[in-house]
């Protein structure tokens, strides 16, 4: 809260020196620097010519009536015009404020209605899709089995990307809700690496389209490449088996 006024301070310092056409320099001189420095010179010559009596004779009589006709009227010419500054300072925050809540204001719901292709979150997605449509493609018309298993803080993250591979992968794809058999609730965890998508598959001697879908992935999430294979499947299997297993805390990468 001290840091607000101490901007609103600022600004109104600034629109205040504005208004009187002069610098922050410009104002201190003539204010302070001039008169005190008069002060000084006019006790000077006072104590030259009549002693310290004389100083003190003056500075009840001559000076102090100067001194106080002069600065007060100063003062309060000078907190009229700065009590001015305060408030359009304070009012050109209120304008600036109100602008910028206008502009999230705005962007928070085109962001409801739909991403836009600025939005990274778009290019995610497109390759994300993409990358699910090679593999589809390089399996070359074979029947195809996805897998996805994941922790209970990933499990958000695993659905979206599964329900892309439902899509446009062309293969069977199963997961990653919870498993309705405790006995198949042992591949969430199984060989997990937190923070990491391990991308299983069947050992190849040639050409590994999950190879190939893994270091695709890997361009937006963490991923591991494994030849370890689910223990316990509690649905069917058709033809070639990919298993993405989600660890703990997987997020996209910055």
């Not at 002693?51 to 000078?78: C, S």
């Not at 058709?238 to 989600?246: A, E, V, Y």
Request: include cysteine.
């Amino acid at each position: 809260m001290s840091h607000f006024y101490w901007v609103l301070l600022g600004n109104s310092w600034r629109d205040f020196i504005s208004s009187l056409g002069s610098t922050t320099l410009g104002f201190l001189v003539p204010f302070i620097v001039l008169p005190l420095v008069g002060l000084l010179l006019a006790l000077f010559v006072t104590l030259v010519r009549e002693g310290p009596r004389g100083i003190m004779t003056h500075l009840q009589k001559t000076f102090a009536f100067a001194a106080i006709a002069a600065v007060f009227g100063e003062v309060i010419v000078y907190l009229a015009i700065f009590g001015g500054s305060m408030v359009r300072a304070n009012y050109q925050d209120h304008r600036t404020l109100s602008d910028q809540n206008r502009s999230l204001t705005s962007q928070l719901e085109t962001h409801n209605r739909g991403i836009t292709q600025s939005d990274p979150a778009y290019m995610g997605l497109v390759q994300i899709l993409r990358a699910f449509q090679s593999y589809g493609s390089r399996v070359k018309g074979q029947p195809c089995t996805i897998y996805f298993t994941a922790t209970e803080d990933s499990r958000a993250i695993a659905q979206a990307i599964a329900e892309t591979s439902a899509l446009v992968s062309g293969c069977h794809t199963f997961g990653p809700d919870a498993p309705m058999m405790p006995e198949c609730s042992s591949n969430e965890n199984e060989g997990m690496i937190p923070g990491a998508i391990v991308v299983h598959t069947s050992r190849s001697s040639g050409y590994s389209p999950a190879g190939v879908f893994q270091r695709e992935l890997g361009n937006l999430l963490p991923t591991r490449l494994s030849y370890v294979q689910p223990r316990n499947v509690c649905f069917p299997i058709t033809g070639r088996l990919m298993w993405l297993q989600f660890g703990t805390g997987v997020g996209w990468k910055q």
